[in-house]
């Protein structure tokens, strides 16, 4: 029997999860990925947050968005005290109350937070993988999920939650394995990219391939791409904001400039808060998860040869609460009440939820009150 208690380092209290420990689970099984490549196993860095039941009935899987990680909620220590991404949600008497709920939390297969990716040492040539890792999808994400779920002895999920890629996550969760899911919750997601979307992603990979230190994906550690990825993300993150958003927090406000400088230099408070957003990436993320990373969800397409949406959902079995943000011109408000009308023409338990908030697609990570009240009551429902 593995423990199956929480990992947390001292007594929840005053709604905080507290400190916390990561774990790896190392699978020495060989894993196939759904292009066809395998790996003779891999490993995946979680962190659980609360106390799995007598039943094992009580588990919530939380996926993470594009740039996550497995840390969702707590702390590290007391020397490092910066929260998980998501530690408004996650904890003692919050929406996803830890009182009540085993939470598990990973990095996804191909990651580079402690989950085997191109970043890893490949077993059989003793050399990285880079670029030689397998092509990842969605799918791959959550099969390797999967065997995380069955080591630790958890039968089906009382629930999967996630925003943007996280979403798709929980839809394609309940999707593989319809048996083993009983609620999802997608936030800000899409059944898949339009072009605009795609169109983004692939400026950002072109700035990281065109760097000069990307060495066609076999840079060495510690080094790399550090400007073309800098770019990506600051491209990247426009596309998480929105202009009224934007607006309100910086609008046309300008810097202390010294004339004698480059007169490109920063003038702008914006361009200071993306140049800032671009440098801090690059000292957490690796280039070439990133490119693996933005291709898995350009390629994701619950379409797929389906006549119709709705024909995606046939085998669904989990209730399910999509939800839409109104400034989100990411994954607009449109594509998630599609997926909603969808599982409703299939004949699926579903509810849509429209969200007015002007912080764009990243309005599911920041706190508000009616996105708290939403996920309580579908997770206790």
């Known amino acids: 029997m593995i423990d199956t208690h929480t990992n947390a380092l001292q007594t929840e209290s005053a709604g905080e999860v507290g400190l916390v420990e990561y774990r790896d689970f190392v699978c020495k099984e060989p894993f196939r990925f759904e292009n066809g490549e395998s790996i003779p196993g891999f490993q995946l860095r979680y962190e659980t947050y609360g106390q799995l039941n007598a039943d094992h009935s009580n588990a919530i899987l939380i996926c993470h968005a594009l740039s996550g990680d497995h840390h969702c909620a707590g702390t590290h220590s ?10 408004h949600m996650v904890g003692p008497h919050k929406p996803i109350d830890t009182t009540r709920f085993y939470v598990v939390s990973s990095n996804c297969l191909g990651g580079c937070v402690g989950s085997t990716g191109p970043t890893s ?16 999808s969605i799918a791959d994400f959550v099969f390797a ?8 002895e ?9 925003g943007s890629m996280g979403g798709m996550q929980a839809l394609q969760w309940a999707l593989s394995f319809p048996d083993f899911v009983e609620r999802i919750i997608a936030l800000a997601s899409t059944a898949r990219h ?20 990307w060495k066609d994906g076999n840079y060495e550690l510690g080094e790399g791409p550090n400007m073309g990825l800098a770019v990506a993300r600051m491209m990247a993150h426009i596309t998480y904001l929105s202009d009224k958003g934007l607006e309100v927090k910086f609008g046309r406000s300008r810097r202390q400039t010294d004339s004698s ?29 990133y490119l693996h990373f933005t291709k898995s ?31 989100d011109w990411l994954y607009t408000p449109e594509q998630n009440r599609n997926l909603a009308h969808a599982m409703l023409l299939a004949g699926k338990e579903a509810t849509y939820a429209e969200i007015d ?25």
């Open 78 to 87: 007391p020397e490092d005290r910066k929260p998980g991404w998501w530690n």
């Open 121 to 136: 040492i490949n077993p059989v040539t003793g050399r990285r993988y880079n670029l030689d890792f397998p092509i990842l």
């Open 145 to 152: 999920q999967r065997r995380l779920a069955d080591y630790l």
């Open 154 to 162: 958890i039968p089906s999920w009382h629930a999967v939650i996630g």
């Open 194 to 213: 339009s072009s605009q979307a795609i169109a983004f992603n692939e400026v950002g990979r072109y700035a990281i391939m065109q760097d000069p230190e």
């Open 261 to 289: 400088k480059n007169q490109f230099d920063v003038e702008f408070e914006v361009e200071s808060y993306l140049r800032h957003q671009g440098q801090s990436f690059i000292s957490r993320f690796d280039a070439n998860t």
């Open 297 to 327: 969800n350009d390629r994701f397409d619950l379409y797929g040869d389906h006549e119709a949406l709705e024909d995606a959902f046939a085998e669904m079995k989990a209730r399910a609460l999509v939800v839409g943000f109104t400034s």
């Open 357 to 381: 908030m002007d912080l764009g697609h990243d309005s599911f990570l920041v706190h508000a009150p009616e996105l708290f009240r939403l996920l309580s009551a579908f997770l206790s429902n």
